[in-house]
């Protein structure tokens, strides 16, 4: 009888441990492959409070002591980190009954857990780059971004397969790193619509007032407040929507931005106009993802842009930047409002066409949500990623290791 | 027996003592019949080759070339140091008997081959931390002392160079006194001395 595929995933984050995309992302791809009949055992960092082992939905979860004496700095926490991580995952592969068929890590905060496995136990090691350090940086300088990008490309070179979630992102990977092309795969990253279904916009009315008045419709954006999430060209187009339409702007997130976004808030005599609501947690986003009517995401880089795949599930119409991933998700005047990248005149222009055309927003909504049930479902992934899986040991059984 | 030698530093990378005493050490090894593999640093003289004496000297490079600090440096390095011994392994039929680790630059390899592939390691301590930086407690000595005690917390044995070494690490470390054995380099019975740990060490099982 044939046993099921073994993996084995490593992530810096998974839930309730949550920093960014990589363990929302981990979460639900591991739930999905698992009810595809794929035993999946996540290595993840420790969390207070959370358990050192315990079994989600089939997948086996193992949190790790993720060093926690003091370090020099971010870059070489991620090394003494990766050392215990490696040290445990080894320990659990080598006790587990069936041995791990493929190794799959996400992003070099796992990398030499990733590579030292592969090595260790002779199998093929598979990554998902959900960003790079030249991406995120526009750019490579200083030593510490430098080393990040050459551990990167370290990591690239190692896998068996690159996965990106966008045909952007294997464009990119593949120029960052010198990659051949048939070593990369696409994969989109998955939404999980159930979760805005269990309340209606009615139901929200109350929940509305906390954030707006009555007559003003929300504009909302969710994400860190850093430079390449492009929020200040939503900020600078604040007065052009105004002009044209009543609004509340509602940011969602924190970052190194968020006092001189204020001042310049503050600077144009609006700020009963803007609410910056700062972390919100996960029930609130979603009511806010909810009630709002138009959601905006105006980055400069986005390798995919989950966070405009959450609105689109929360059926809240999308105004976006033509840039990277979110270009690929958004069908111009049929999905959402694609506006030129860095462009405030055309980010307002698409915000105000949202909100002062019912037709129009009801139009983006619908093939927008209709979208996300065909391409974006967790399981659909789960089976391509299954299928990735499957291809590279199919190599791998006539490899010199086998 | 066959047992794997980590160290930084080997002819022709001399930076202190320890490369002519590793080399001096490996011909003897194999003149006690022990199938005897190093696994060493080199920025440019890469790969495997053979000395005369019949010892088998492997060196691996940094794959990372820019680092902020030798602990990021020597982090990285560790990997290509296990994929090294990872292939003497899968080269002999899956059979290593023992590592042995020379200070602690690498000991992040052994402790995961101990864990992986079930290879008892011996921490060879040529000096510690606590010398070196005596006092300082920067998160980079602190660092480097975790590292140092990861490594007598997973040895299977400990050898010094001198009574005063194996005082120093039972006060700095509180290990326990069977666990370390001194090896003196001026002994007559060196290598025998040497062989027995690997003995004893490769004995302890792992799981």
């Known amino acids: 009888m044939k046993r099921p595929l073994n993996v084995m995933m490593f992530s810096w984050e998974f839930p309730p441990r949550v920093i960014g995309g990589i363990s929302p992302h981990v979460y639900f791809l591991s739930k999905s492959l698992a009810k595809n009949d794929v035993k999946v055992h996540v290595v993840t960092c420790d969390f207070p409070g959370a358990?050192?082992?315990?079994?989600?939905?089939?997948?086996?979860?193992?949190?790790?002591?993720?060093?926690?004496?003091?370090?020099?700095?971010?870059?070489?926490?991620?090394?003494?980190m990766n050392m215990n991580m490696q040290k445990e995952a080894a320990a659990i592969a080598a006790k587990l009954s069936e041995p791990i068929d493929v190794f799959h890590a996400h992003d070099w905060l796992v990398a030499t857990t990733g590579i030292g496995l592969k090595h260790v136990f002779r199998k093929p090691l598979l990554v998902t780059m959900h960003s790079t350090e030249i991406g995120r940086r526009d750019g490579l300088h200083t030593t510490t971004e430098r080393m990040i990008h050459e551990t990167e490309a370290w990591l690239t070179y190692e896998a068996w397969r690159?996965?990106?979630?966008?045909?952007?992102?294997?464009?990119?990977v593949k120029w960052a790193f010198g990659l051949p092309q048939d070593k990369l795969a696409m994969v989109p990253n998955g939404v999980n619509?159930?979760?805005?279904?269990?309340?209606?916009?009615?139901?929200?009315?109350d929940?509305?007032?906390?954030?707006?008045?009555?007559h003003e419709k929300i504009v909302l954006y969710v994400g860190r407040l850093v430079y390449e999430k492009g929020i200040h060209i939503l900020i600078n187009a604040i007065p052009k929507v105004l002009a044209k339409a009543d609004a509340k702007f509602v940011i969602v997130g924190s970052g190194y931005m968020q006092e001189q976004l204020s001042n310049i808030v503050k600077s144009m005599g609006l700020e009963h106009k803007v609410l910056f609501t700062g972390f919100v947690d996960e029930e609130n986003l979603l009511k806010l993802q909810k009630v709002a009517d138009v959601s905006v995401v105006p980055s400069l880089f986005?390798?995919?842009?989950?966070?405009?795949?959450?609105?689109?599930?929360?059926?809240?119409?999308?105004?976006?930047?033509?840039?990277g991933g979110l270009g690929e998700i958004v069908?111009?005047?049929?999905?959402?409002?694609?506006a030129y990248p860095n462009n405030t005149d055309s980010l307002a222009w698409g915000i105000v066409k949202v909100l002062t055309d019912d037709g129009y927003a009801r139009h983006l909504r619908e093939n927008a949500y209709r979208v996300i049930l065909e391409r974006y479902d967790w399981d659909k992934i789960a089976q391509q990623t299954r299928g990735l899986?499957?291809?590279?040991?199919?190599?791998?059984?006539?490899?010199?290791?086998? | 027996m066959r047992a794997v030698l980590f160290s930084w530093e080997y002819p022709p990378r001399i930076v202190g003592k320890l490369a002519e005493y590793v080399s001096i050490l490996a011909t003897d090894l194999v003149k006690s019949s022990v199938d005897t593999h190093i696994v060493t640093y080199h920025e440019s003289l890469t790969g495997p080759s053979e000395e005369p004496s019949g010892a088998k000297v492997i060196r691996v490079t940094n794959p990372v070339r820019s680092h902020v600090s030798l602990i990021?440096?020597?982090?990285?390095?560790?990997?290509?140091?296990?994929?090294?011994?990872?292939?003497?392994?899968?080269?002999?039929?899956?059979?290593?008997?023992?590592?042995?680790?020379?200070?602690?630059h690498f000991i992040a390899a052994a402790v995961t081959l101990k864990h992986a592939l079930d290879i008892p390691f011996v921490y060879s301590v040529d000096s510690l931390e606590d010398h070196r930086s005596p006092g300082a407690n920067a998160p980079f000595n602190m660092a480097i002392r975790g590292i140092e005690w990861l490594g007598f917390f997973e040895a299977a044995a400990v050898t010094a160079k001198s009574d005063w070494m194996k005082n120093e690490i039972m006060r700095v470390y509180n290990v326990p006194n069977e666990k370390i054995t001194v090896l003196s380099p001026s002994a007559s019975t060196w290598v025998k001395d040497v062989v027995h740990v690997y003995n004893s060490a490769s004995g302890v099982a792992v799981k």
Request: proline share 4%; hydrophobic share 40%.
């Open chain 1, 51 to 80: 358990p050192e082992h315990e079994t989600i939905d089939g997948v086996e979860v193992y949190r790790v002591d993720s060093y926690k004496n003091p370090s020099p700095d971010f870059a070489t926490w991620v090394y003494l």
């Open chain 1, 162 to 172: 690159v996965v990106c979630c966008s045909d952007y992102m294997v464009t990119h």
């Open chain 1, 193 to 205: 619509s159930h979760v805005y279904e269990g309340f209606g916009r009615h139901d929200l009315r």
């Open chain 1, 207 to 214: 929940f509305r007032l906390k954030f707006a008045l009555p």
């Open chain 1, 302 to 323: 986005e390798p995919f842009g989950i966070v405009a795949l959450e609105a689109m599930a929360a059926k809240s119409p999308v105004v976006v930047s033509d840039t």
């Open chain 1, 331 to 338: 069908q111009h005047d049929v999905t959402g409002f694609k």
């Open chain 1, 389 to 402: 899986y499957e291809a590279v040991l199919g190599e791998y059984s006539k490899s010199a290791w086998e």
């Open chain 2, 72 to 104: 990021t440096w020597v982090l990285t390095l560790n990997q290509e140091v296990e994929r090294a011994a990872a292939n003497v392994y899968y080269q002999n039929q899956k059979n290593v008997n023992v590592v042995d680790v020379y200070d602690w």
